[in-house]
C-alpha cells in the first residue's frame, strides 16, 4: 500500500493537498494585498486632512477672515483631496473677530475614517478618526 503512495506522488497525483495549499496562500496574499490598498488610502486621507488644515489656518490669518470662510475653505482643500467626509474644524477662540497682527491662529481638523474605509477589515488596526492641526501667525496687512 505504502509503494502505491509513493508511486502515484512521482507521477504528479497529490491529491488535492496542492490545491489547498494554493487556496491558503492565495487567501493570504489577498488579505496582504487589501490591507496594503486601505493603509495606503488610510495615509492619503491623512495627507488631506493635513492639508486641509494648513490651508484653513492659511485662509485664518488673513485680515478680516470669518470663521465661515475658514470653515468653507477647509473644506473645499478635503473635497479637492478627494475626501468627501464631513469634518469638524476648530477655530482658536481669540482670533475669530480680527486679532492683531502676528497673534498665533491655530485651526484644527478632525474626520471620521469610519466614514472613508475602503475594506472594512476588521482584523486590521486602524484610527477612529483622523486629525490635524495647524498653527500659524496673522498677517501684518
Not at 495549499?21 to 495606503?40: D, H, K, R
Not at 492639508?51 to 485662509?59: D, F, K, S
Not at 485680515?63 to 475658514?70: L, Y
Not at 468653507?72 to 478627494?82: F, H, I, K, N, S
Given at each position: 500500500?505504502?509503494?502505491?503512495?509513493?508511486?502515484?506522488?512521482?507521477n504528479?497525483?497529490c491529491?488535492?493537498?496542492?490545491?489547498?495549499e494554493?487556496?491558503?496562500?492565495?487567501?493570504?496574499?489577498?488579505?496582504?494585498?487589501?490591507g496594503?490598498?486601505?493603509?495606503?488610502?488610510?495615509f492619503?486621507?491623512?495627507?488631506a486632512?493635513n492639508?486641509a488644515a494648513?490651508?484653513?489656518?492659511?485662509?485664518?490669518?488673513?485680515w478680516g477672515a470669518?470663521?465661515?470662510?475658514?470653515?468653507?475653505?477647509t473644506?473645499?482643500?478635503?473635497e479637492?483631496g478627494?475626501?468627501?467626509?464631513?469634518?469638524?474644524?476648530?477655530l482658536?477662540?481669540?482670533?475669530v473677530a480680527?486679532?492683531?497682527a502676528m497673534?498665533?491662529?491655530t485651526?484644527?481638523?478632525?474626520?471620521?475614517?469610519?466614514?472613508?474605509t475602503?475594506?472594512?477589515?476588521?482584523?486590521?488596526?486602524?484610527?477612529?478618526?483622523?486629525?490635524?492641526?495647524?498653527?500659524?501667525?496673522?498677517d501684518?496687512?
Amino acid at each position: 500500500m505504502r509503494s502505491a503512495t509513493l508511486a502515484s506522488r512521482r507521477n504528479g497525483n497529490c491529491g488535492g493537498s496542492v490545491l489547498v495549499e494554493t487556496v491558503l496562500v492565495v487567501l493570504l496574499l489577498i488579505v496582504l494585498l487589501f490591507g496594503a490598498v486601505e493603509y495606503g488610502w488610510m495615509f492619503y486621507c491623512m495627507h488631506a486632512v493635513n492639508n486641509a488644515a494648513q490651508v484653513g489656518a492659511r485662509a485664518y490669518t488673513r485680515w478680516g477672515a470669518t470663521e465661515e470662510a475658514v470653515v468653507a475653505a477647509t473644506e473645499r482643500a478635503l473635497e479637492e483631496g478627494g475626501v468627501s467626509a464631513a469634518p469638524i474644524v476648530e477655530l482658536s477662540e481669540e482670533a475669530v473677530a480680527g486679532p492683531p497682527a502676528m497673534t498665533l491662529v491655530t485651526v484644527s481638523v478632525e474626520v471620521a475614517y469610519a466614514d472613508l474605509t475602503i475594506v472594512d477589515l476588521a482584523m486590521l488596526p486602524r484610527p477612529q478618526t483622523l486629525r490635524a492641526s495647524v498653527t500659524m501667525a496673522r498677517d501684518v496687512n
